[in-house]
């Protein structure tokens, strides 16, 4: 039985549309003026199984959440499912640890706000990263030395062939760096429908990464408040506000290269940021650094560019078609192999084309 203080933070309203030719311009964060075919939005786990039972699904689909990691290159010709699940429990707790259940669709930011609030640790350094809850373990989001995996419990999910319902443990999710299971054998077999995070009752911080143990200091105390504003404050000074300028966050990911290619890279460019990993024998270069090097940084192409203080960021100016980014994204792609030979992979995700 849940019983919670967090119940009682969401009015558990019943929806569900089904809408045809209906457009995303607003519900991606490129602003990329898109269709869709069909669009169908529920609040319930349950309406997904019944929808399932009832219609067959059509074999162009695309499961969506706050599309702040997708880029449309035309309109969507099939169906968007988009999990609008609300609500945050607390599912139980024990000595260490609250286990909160939050779902698909509430605000990634919005459950991170809630944790801090309650005085739960674990996802401070994950604050303002746009999106929802459903897709934080399909990349297994991170920032700030944190990623979703070191707080997700379980996830539960809808298998879109059988209207079953499954749930996965940590385990089962097999996350990697800004990946997991549902992002590969997985990938557009289930809907994620809800996600158990596994929260400090007595936190520990993680300060070390970047300019973030200043920050706080600065604020004052070392707490989760101050941490969460000081991840606040660093992202708003560094990220362009989508609302702003539409863009989807860091294009490409950190290429993970092997150890003796990145140490060739490093004996030609003494300053080039790279990390460890958990993966021996593999190093982690700084994808945004290398773009730089090309000289992309404050590139503008007509509406599409390359941000001018983040060189992993690109942007629309307004008015682009997502073709014009996907053109820019390959051009770079191709001067970053040509001078350092290392291939960057997209972290966004291209939709049709
Ligand atoms: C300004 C900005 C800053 C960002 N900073 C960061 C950052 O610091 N770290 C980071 O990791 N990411 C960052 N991102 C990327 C993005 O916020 C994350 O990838 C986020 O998790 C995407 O969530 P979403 O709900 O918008 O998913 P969408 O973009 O809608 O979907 C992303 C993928 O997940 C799938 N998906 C979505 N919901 C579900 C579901 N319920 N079930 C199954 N599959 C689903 C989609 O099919 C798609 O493949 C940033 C983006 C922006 C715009």
Redesign the pocket.
């Known amino acids: 039985m849940y019983f919670s203080i967090f119940a009682c933070l969401f009015i558990l309203k019943k929806m569900i549309r089904l809408l045809n030719n209906y457009e995303l311009t607003t519900y991606n964060?490129f602003g990329l003026r898109a269709y869709a075919k069909r669009f169908f939005e529920f609040t319930e786990s349950e309406e997904l199984s019944i929808f399932l039972q009832r219609e067959k699904l059509p074999e162009k689909y695309?499961?969506?959440?706050?599309?702040?990691?997708?880029l449309f290159q035309s309109d969507f010709d099939g169906l968007v499912i988009f999990?609008n699940i609300p609500g945050v429990v607390e599912e139980h707790e024990d000595r260490s640890f609250t286990y909160l259940e939050a779902g698909?669709g509430v605000e990634?930011d919005e459950l991170v706000r809630l944790s801090v609030h309650y005085g739960l640790g674990g996802l401070e350094n994950l604050s303002l990263?746009?999106?929802?809850v459903?897709?934080?373990p399909?990349?297994n989001?991170?920032?700030y030395g944190v990623e979703a995996k070191d707080r997700i419990h379980l996830v539960r999910?809808i298998d879109l062939a059988t209207g079953q319902r499954l749930e996965f443990t940590n385990e089962q999710c097999r996350f990697a760096y800004?990946d997991s299971v549902?992002k590969n054998e997985l990938k557009?077999k289930?809907?994620?429908t809800s996600v158990v995070f596994k929260l400090d009752k007595f936190p520990e911080f993680k300060l070390e990464y970047g300019a973030l143990k200043q920050e706080v200091e600065r604020l004052g105390e070392v707490n989760l408040v101050n941490i969460r504003q000081a991840v606040i404050n660093i992202r708003e000074s560094k990220?362009?506000d989508?609302q702003k300028l539409g863009?989807?966050?860091?294009f490409f990911k950190n290429p993970v290269i092997d150890a003796h290619v990145a140490q060739q890279i490093i004996d030609n460019y003494e300053r080039v940021p790279h990390y460890q990993t958990p993966d021996e024998g593999k190093i982690k270069l700084a994808a945004g650094w290398l773009i730089e090097q090309c000289g992309w940084k404050g590139y503008r192409d007509g509406n599409v560019g390359v941000h001018a203080d983040q060189a992993l960021v690109l942007v629309n100016y307004g008015g682009a078609k997502g073709s014009e980014l996907v053109q820019l994204a390959n051009k770079i792609q191709t001067s970053v192999f040509d001078k350092f030979g290392v291939k960057l992979m997209p972290e966004v995700?291209i939709i049709g084309g």
């Open positions: 964060t695309l499961i969506m959440g706050g599309g702040s990691n997708l999990p698909a990634w990263i746009p999106g929802k459903g897709a934080s399909v990349q989001i991170g920032a999910a800004r549902f557009n289930l809907v994620v990220l362009p989508p863009n989807a966050g860091s995700n």
